[in-house]
């Protein structure tokens, strides 16, 4: 089956103790899009200036991502700028400087309507409504948002997560929007808001899962050296939408199975800047780092 | 097989957000004994002062322990007094009155020094190395240090790490340890110092095992509800040792299968004040909780 993925197409420039780039393609949908793209036919519904290079549609398109939905205008691309420290733990923001985004207002194509799993990845909560009233009768939705959105449009996020299927925040973002400090007590303080299942992202910590009753804990891939975290959320909940809509089955296995995906993708994403690492990623490595990250993990065959 | 445990016999003085308790009993081998006594015999070595209540001696008695090797001299008990704040992560120190600690000058009772599992839990490395030349032919030495002796004592410390089998320090030692930021490449620098394994204990993240080729990633026992955060590594640690004594063996599996006996020991540690919550546990609960963490880590039967 295949996704519908809306959210930013962005231009970021970054600096961690591991280098600094200027202008590099990025965007909670790009790295979602790239991710999901490996497993199931995507479609990316975003907004992107005059200024966006030709060649990052052109890389999306050749990743399994029809860009119609992707809208240019005059003006400049949404630009986040920022940096890491030592432990990369946490991004601090230099700028983000919103332009063409504050037009956003999409209206998705008949074939993105059509799509029956719907990944609302980062992006102010009223679009995010917008979006879930245009798709036509979607079997998962699953939506990401931050930190901003809890502080600022709490009342629009609540509305919208009445609507959806699956919430994936991280670790920070849970407490801030649960007001508990440590994260199991959060989960079912999450459900209570409408998502039938939440999974929250704790970086190197691994990942964790509730669906109401029962918990999946996941560790995080091993890695021994991290070069740029952004884009790991993004595309961790990319590779699992992206693995769902291979699957077309929505049992605990497939979930479980999903969230592995969902980590060996994002343990590529954080090995090199912007999207490089993801460009020459294939389904028959990813399938071996199953394997390995089952023996890690102490997983069966199963998982 | 049974387990010989030197480290501390301590009365804490500990306040958490949940409670404030004043000289309840504490210590490394306490934790660490009565939790390896669950599964395997228990001699505990350490020294305590005159004001130590024999009620805490007959308690230990009753949990597989032989106190043979509890020496009581003049003086005080070692006391440490301290305090959590809200996420518990932390613990905080008010005070640490060493007393008859710094008389400890220990001979291993004839018992002790026979037991094949040796564990040196928590204390000064220069009595740690005196404890393991004093073992007779001992299977397996498990070392547990903490901050305080890396700061101070580092050369005394590599000296002792050259003899010991298995390593158990939690995320921040190894930082310190090792100058590593991240966990993972931190490892291998563990094992250079001299341990064939290295286990690092990372709280309410999980713990992760190294014996140079493969790592086991384990998450936590998710708990709602933590009352205080003393002796859960120790109780780790010694739930470690203890099982592995009680198997015999030394293979990845058993290694793995007593990392979760930790585990699930010292989820129990934190849901109360000292060792409160270990007067009541059961071998039968526990396995019902292996089933259980099982199902959340998605772990098959034979782990």
Do not use: C
Not at 3 to 17: H, K, Q, Y
Not at 42 to 63: K, R, T, W, Y
Not at 159 to 167: A, E, G, I, M
């Amino acid at each position: 089956m295949s996704v519908t993925i809306v959210g930013t197409v962005a231009l970021d420039s970054i600096e961690t103790p591991k280098g600094k780039f200027e202008n590099i393609l990025g965007g909670s949908a790009t790295f979602a899009g790239v991710a999901a793209g490996l497993f199931s036919p995507v479609d990316i519904v975003s907004i992107v200036g005059e200024d966006f290079p030709s060649e990052h549609i052109s890389f999306l398109q050749a990743n399994n991502i029809n860009t119609d939905g992707v809208l240019t205008v005059p003006g400049k691309t949404f630009h986040w700028s920022g940096y890491y420290k030592d432990d990369m733990n946490q991004a601090y923001t230099i700028a983000t400087d919103l332009n063409v985004l504050l037009e956003f207002d999409p209206t998705l194509p008949e074939a993105a309507a059509n799509r029956p799993y719907l990944f609302l990845a980062n992006l102010d909560p009223v679009i995010q409504k917008q979006v879930i009233l245009q798709s036509k009768s979607p079997k998962l939705i699953v939506l990401d948002t931050m930190n901003y959105w809890i502080e600022t449009k709490i009342t629009e996020l609540k509305d919208v997560l009445k609507l959806v299927d699956v919430l994936i925040i991280n670790d920070q973002e849970l407490r801030l929007l649960t007001g508990q400090t440590n994260i199991i007590p959060g989960l079912p303080e999450v459900l209570k808001l409408g998502p039938k299942r939440v999974i929250v992202k704790k970086g190197e910590h691994g990942s964790v899962m509730y669906n109401g009753s029962d918990y999946f804990l996941l560790p995080a891939f091993p890695l021994p050296n991290l070069i740029d975290p952004t884009g790991a959320g993004d595309s961790f909940a990319g590779g699992f939408v992206g693995y769902l809509a291979k699957a077309g089955t929505t049992d605990e296995a497939t979930f479980q199975r999903a969230m592995i995906a969902g980590t060996l993708i994002s343990s590529h994403t954080v090995q090199g800047f912007s999207l490089e690492p993801l460009k020459t990623l294939t389904l028959d490595h990813l399938n071996e780092q199953f394997a390995i990250f089952r023996s890690y993990a102490g997983l069966p065959e199963g998982i």
